[in-house]
T-cell receptor, first 115, second 109 residues
Framework: DGGITQSPKYLFRKEGQNVTLSCEQN?????MYWYRQDPGQGLRLIYY???????QKGDIAEGYSVSREKKESFPLTVTSAQKNPTAFYLC??????????????FGQGTRLTVV | KNEVEQSPQNLTAQEGEFITINCSYS?????LHWLQQHPGGGIVSLFM???GKKKHGRLIATINIQEKHSSLHITASHPRDSAVYIC???????????FGTGTSLTVIP
């Protein structure tokens, strides 16, 4: 079955350590996105990628890095420069088909806790 | 002002009640998504709509493109429906999502 997979679901890290969140899709989707959710707030865009080897900063990119070496994968690294990394992280992917038809899928999310 | 507004923010219902959650948006969209998030858990995608109405089990989602409004209905609500429901819209170009802040639903037995 095609889908989008985030792993792990829960992640704990010590303060000052970099951590990488995985997002993989086998849907042949072109675009992939990373969002962050804090309590009481809507999801905010961290980074997105429209094609392989290209990505753009979103609204809250500071302290994060991404790569898009393969179409299927868009890992997010939370660096030690991110001041408040504890949050829920959501990955999404979009296929832009012909005639404007699109489809979008969301991962389950990863809840990161930094102690 | 947020591009997507949901109401109510919090909702408590008795088991069996009919529930409606509303979503209004201010941007042009290619599609609207309803997502469910359980406490401490992950996201489940419930519906994707670009027009009309969709039904899945006890859940019904409607969208009115002219009025820029969508509703999520839950019939015969059950405690396991307790979750945060999030409305998300995809921009006309399909390049961007905008999310509501969510509606926290608690269904009491």
């Amino acid at each position: 079955d095609g889908g989008i997979t985030q792993s792990p679901k829960y992640l704990f890290r010590k303060e000052g350590q970099n951590v990488t969140l995985s997002c993989e899709q086998n849907l042949n989707h072109d675009a992939m996105y990373w969002y962050r959710q804090d309590p009481g707030q809507g999801l905010r865009l961290i980074y997105y990628s429209q094609i392989v080897n290209d990505f753009q900063k979103g609204d809250i990119a500071e302290g994060y890095s991404v790569s898009r070496e393969k179409k299927e994968s868009f890992p997010l690294t939370v660096t030690s420069a991110q001041k408040n990394p504890t949050a829920f992280y959501l990955c999404a992917s979009v296929l832009r088909g012909l005639g404007g038809n699109t489809e979008a899928f969301f991962g389950q999310g990863t809840r990161l806790t930094v102690v | 002002k947020n591009e997507v507004e949901q109401s109510p923010q919090n909702l408590t219902a008795q088991e069996g009640e009919f529930i409606t959650i509303n979503c209004s948006y201010s941007v042009g969209i290619s599609a609207l998504h309803w997502l469910q998030q359980h406490p401490g858990g992950g996201i489940v995608s419930l519906f994707m709509l670009s027009s009309g109405k969709k039904k899945h089990g006890r859940l019904i989602a409607t969208i009115n493109i002219q009025e820029k409004h969508s509703s999520l209905h839950i019939t015969a609500s059950h405690p396991r429906d307790s979750a945060v429901y999030i409305c998300a819209v995809r921009s006309v170009t399909g390049n961007q999502f905008y999310f509501g802040t969510g509606t926290s639903l608690t269904v009491i037995p």
